[in-house]
Each structure stands twice: as C-alpha cells, then as structure tokens.
Nanobody, 120 residues
Framework: QVQLVESGGGLVQAGGSLRLSCAAS????????MGWYRQAPGKQRELVAV???????NYADSVKGRFTISRDNAKNTVNLQMNSLKAEETAVYYC??????????????WGQGTQVTVSS
C-alpha cells in the first residue's frame, strides 16, 4: 500500500517558522492530491492546505498569506512552509494523500502525524 513519512515538526516560538515535509512511497500509480491537516486536542481535524496533481492549491482562511504548500513530483513529496506561527496553531499535523493504487482509484491515506508546538 501507501506509506507516508512526515518530518519537520517540533517546538517553535510564536512568530517563528517551520517547514513540514511528507514523502509518499509504495504501490502508487499516480497521486491525485497531497495536503496537510491538523488536529488540536478536543477539536476536529481541519484542512490546512492541499495541492492537486494539476498544481492548484487551497488553504484554510486562517493560514492564507502565511503558509505555502508545494510539491516535489520527482520525490513524491509535499512540503508546507509555515511562517508567523501562532500559539493556537499548536496541533498534530497530518499528511494526507489521495492516490490511484492497485486497490483503489482514489484511495485516502494518512501519515502518523507530527507534533507542532508553538509557544507563546
């Protein structure tokens, strides 16, 4: 199946920056979209940013102008540059991939999550 490896999470002070990365591997014919979601304790998981196979991007309103999502197609990697981080954005950030695989035309795959802690 699909394996997702996330990296880049950690501790940062408010106003600082982090760069998250997620690499997809496994039995993948093509990737339809890659994105990042986050979930804070006691809250629902929410979309942060997504990029499609055609390069279109979509961001949560709260992160527009501060976060940038990008892809490295050669490495099947999605990156999220997060600038001017706020304390309320402390959460577990999850990589999400929708891919055509031998068993699914549009399978939904998730990474294990990486903790981002923004201190005030």
């Amino acid at each position: 199946q699909v394996q997702l490896v996330e990296s880049g999470g950690g501790l940062v002070q408010a106003g600082g920056s982090l760069r998250l990365s997620c690499a997809a591997s496994g039995s993948i014919f093509s990737i339809n979209a890659m994105g990042w979601y986050r979930q804070a304790p006691g809250k629902q998981r929410e979309l942060v940013a997504v990029i499609t196979s055609g390069g279109s991007t979509n961001y949560a309103d709260s992160v527009k102008g501060r976060f940038t999502i990008s892809r490295d197609n050669a490495k099947n990697t999605v990156n999220l540059q997060m600038n001017s981080l706020k304390a309320e954005e402390t959460a577990v950030y999850y990589c999400n991939v929708r891919a055509w695989t031998p068993v699914l035309f549009n399978g939904d795959y998730w990474g294990q999550g990486t903790q981002v802690t923004v201190s005030s």
